[in-house]
């Protein structure tokens, strides 16, 4: 049962365009979530991280958008560059438990 | 300081044998998780190790189990191999365990192939 859902395998943007990666959940106990990043024959770098009590988190050109109603959570780049080419997987957590992950969105920026 | 480590990196083996992948944690820390990541699947959850204990069990087959010993190294084994077993074996490190949402350092993984 997929808990954690990214329904977009795959995205092409512009270099200096915004991208916009997609997430939704299903548990309303989820009260963390994060995004992470991942270079081929890398593992999976934390990118950045929102609670459940705030509904947006920037760090840089990388914000993360929380829709508790909707359990629905985006990614947004702005601008996007060639170097965030990579897999993008959003994860979930339900505290005292373990993370949930989605199945990943390849996004390729064009330059 | 040095990464989470895993070895070996890629491994072929036959159905009916049974495999052990070794992680070493960031130094300091005692959360080791262990995931599963095919196509189609992204990353699935199998266990976490925290301070020798295992705290969590993702919905995998009792073929899969673990191990973390007092230096917080972690196993993980398989036996009897299946050909669906094929996938990205991650694992990951963090000083405490995933529920206090410490941040996952990931390592590289181990690809293993079942022929």
């Known amino acids: 049962d997929q808990q954690v859902k990214q329904n977009s395998p795959s995205l092409s943007v512009q270099e200096g365009r915004i991208s916009i990666l997609n997430c939704d959940y299903t548990?309303?106990?989820?009260?963390?979530f994060l995004w992470y990043k991942k270079y081929p024959a890398e593992g999976p770098t934390f990118l950045i991280s929102?609670?459940?009590?705030?509904d947006k988190n920037e760090d840089g050109r990388f914000t993360v958008f929380l829709n508790k109603s909707a359990k629905h959570l985006s990614l947004h780049i702005v601008p996007s560059q060639p170097g965030d080419s990579a897999v993008y997987f959003c994860a979930a957590l339900n505290t005292g438990n373990q993370f949930y992950f989605g199945t990943g969105t390849s996004l390729t920026v064009i330059p | 300081k040095a990464g989470v480590t895993q070895t070996p990196r890629y491994l072929i083996k036959t159905r009916g044998q049974q495999v052990t992948l070794s992680c070493s944690p960031i130094?300091?820390?005692?959360?080791v998780s262990w995931y599963q990541q095919t196509p189609g699947q992204g990353l699935q959850f199998l266990f976490e190790y925290f301070s020798e204990t295992q705290r969590n069990k993702g919905n995998f087959p009792g073929r899969f189990s673990g191990r973390q010993f007092s230096n917080s190294r972690s196993e993980m084994n398989v036996s009897t191999l299946e050909l669906g077993d094929s996938a990205l074996y991650l694992c990951?490190?963090?000083?405490?365990?995933?529920?206090?949402?410490?941040?996952?350092?990931f390592g590289p993984g181990t690809r293993l192939t079942v022929l």
């Open positions: 990951a490190s963090s000083l405490a365990p995933q529920g206090d949402r410490d941040t996952q350092y």
């Open positions: 548990n309303s106990m989820f009260d963390y």
């Open positions: 130094s300091g820390h005692r959360s």
């Open positions: 929102i609670s459940s009590i705030k």
